[in-house]
């Protein structure tokens, strides 16, 4: 098949003759996925994003889009980003903009997932200062950027435990990244629920549990930027995301509560839903179009599914297609 790999180059910075360069490259999670698609004999051609990224992938005319674009290439998908993809009227793989559109704002994520009747913490935006603490919401709380993902803004210092320290952390955040997102913090198991869905079908891959090491006995248990990016961090080297055996109870609890959510997506893609459990699972947030990667989370649960990288792969493409085909079938 020919497949357009739509990217975002990685900027090297080098040193020739005494004078500093910047070249395009390609990141490594980017290679390692265009690897597992050539391997498996498909014809890939690499477009990297750009204002003119629409009429380059035209011009190819290919049979499918891997889209590769998401936060850790430097751009921040979003659904305007995806409705661009989306006027070429070739498949692509992942969430479209409808999606998208329902998960990125937490406020909008947040208030979708009651509508299904699905647990999750409550929680208030702040969008200066000053604004009141409302009385309904309990100490401890937690500190997010409304409108960021993937633990942007999120340190350990993050879960606060009483007005002084929620302030004095407003202060220091609101004019970084803005809006401010404070939900109750659930103190219990954390677990990563891989999933693939189409339009009110899920599947759901092993599920991972996230293993907080002693490192984290006096302190929050929470999955910070630095432990989920910074390798060199104490943070991320004693956070472990694993598929291990889970009680059947908690195991079905997690399964029917994220069938609740998932299959109301009015669309078809994949993403992560991030689950705490205390005496019964609350969804925290779901991660469309998540971080595909040889150590990714995903990948670990495919592997423990029994998919090779190359079949999770082809499972992907072969799903978009396959909504694709059904819609053109409907429409004619």
Same mark, same amino acid.
């Given at each position: 098949?020919?497949?357009?790999?739509?990217?975002?180059?990685?900027?090297?910075?080098?040193?020739?003759?005494?004078?500093?360069?910047?070249?395009?490259?390609?990141?490594?999670?980017?290679?390692?996925?265009?690897?597992?698609?050539? #391997?498996?004999?498909?014809?890939?051609?690499?477009?990297?994003?750009?204002?003119? *990224?629409?009429?380059?992938?035209?011009?190819?005319?290919?049979? +499918?889009?891997?889209?590769?674009?998401?936060?850790?290439?430097?751009?921040?998908?979003?659904?305007?980003?995806?409705?661009?993809?989306?006027?070429?009227?070739?498949? +692509?793989?992942?969430?479209?903009?409808?999606?998208?559109?329902?998960?990125?704002?937490?406020?909008?994520?947040?208030?979708?997932?009651?509508?299904?009747?699905?647990?999750?913490?409550?929680?208030?935006?702040?969008?200066?200062?000053?604004?009141?603490?409302?009385?309904?919401?309990?100490?401890?709380?937690?500190?997010?950027?409304?409108?960021?993902? #993937?633990?942007?803004?999120?340190?350990?210092?993050?879960?606060?435990?009483?007005?002084?320290?929620?302030?004095?952390?407003?202060?220091?955040?609101?004019?970084?990244?803005?809006?401010?997102?404070?939900?109750?913090?659930?103190?219990?198991?954390?677990?990563?629920?891989?999933?693939? *869905?189409?339009?009110?079908?899920?599947?759901?891959?092993?599920?991972?549990?996230?293993?907080?090491?002693?490192? *984290?006995?006096?302190?929050?248990?929470?999955?910070?930027?630095?432990?989920?990016?910074?390798?060199?961090?104490?943070?991320?080297?004693?956070?472990?995301?694993?598929?291990?055996?889970?009680?059947?109870?908690?195991?079905?609890?997690?399964?029917?509560?994220?069938?609740?959510?998932?299959?109301?997506?009015?669309?078809?893609?994949?993403?992560?839903?991030?689950?705490?459990?205390?005496? #019964?699972?609350?969804?925290?947030?779901?991660?469309?179009?998540?971080?595909?990667?040889?150590?990714?989370?995903?990948?670990?649960?495919?592997?423990?599914?029994?998919?090779?990288?190359?079949?999770?792969?082809?499972?992907?493409?072969?799903?978009?297609?396959?909504?694709?085909?059904?819609?053109?079938?409907?429409?004619?």
């Amino acid at each position: 098949m020919n497949i357009v790999y739509l990217h975002c180059p990685e900027e090297i910075e080098k040193d020739i003759d005494g004078i500093s360069v910047t070249e395009k490259g390609i990141y490594t999670a980017d290679k390692y996925l265009i690897d597992r698609l050539r #391997s498996s004999g498909h014809n890939v051609d690499l477009v990297e994003f750009s204002e003119n *990224f629409v009429d380059d992938i035209k011009k190819i005319n290919p049979e +499918f889009i891997f889209n590769g674009i998401d936060t850790f290439d430097g751009v921040e998908i979003n659904d305007r980003i995806l409705k661009q993809i989306e006027s070429t009227g070739i498949p +692509f793989s992942g969430c479209n903009s409808d999606v998208m559109k329902l998960l990125t704002d937490k406020t909008v994520a947040k208030e979708f997932f009651k509508k299904c009747n699905a647990r999750t913490a409550d929680y208030q935006i702040f969008t200066k200062v000053d604004t009141k603490l409302n009385s309904n919401l309990a100490f401890p709380l937690i500190l997010k950027p409304v409108e960021t993902d #993937s633990s942007v803004g999120v340190d350990e210092d993050s879960v606060v435990n009483n007005e002084a320290e929620l302030y004095k952390k407003l202060e220091e955040t609101l004019p970084k990244y803005g809006n401010m997102f404070a939900e109750e913090y659930i103190n219990g198991r954390e677990f990563c629920v891989p999933v693939i *869905f189409s339009h009110g079908y899920a599947e759901i891959f092993p599920i991972l549990e996230i293993d907080f090491t002693e490192h *984290f006995e006096d302190k929050p248990k929470i999955l910070s930027y630095k432990a989920k990016w910074s390798k060199n961090t104490n943070a991320f080297k004693n956070t472990y995301s694993r598929v291990q055996e889970i009680e059947p109870e908690v195991s079905s609890k997690i399964k029917e509560i994220v069938n609740k959510i998932v299959s109301k997506f009015p669309g078809t893609g994949y993403c992560s839903v991030d689950i705490r459990y205390d005496d #019964s699972p609350c969804v925290l947030e779901v991660n469309p179009n998540c971080y595909l990667a040889v150590e990714s989370d995903f990948i670990k649960s495919a592997k423990a599914a029994g998919l090779t990288s190359n079949e999770f792969m082809d499972k992907l493409v072969s799903l978009n297609r396959m909504i694709k085909a059904e819609v053109q079938h409907i429409e004619n």
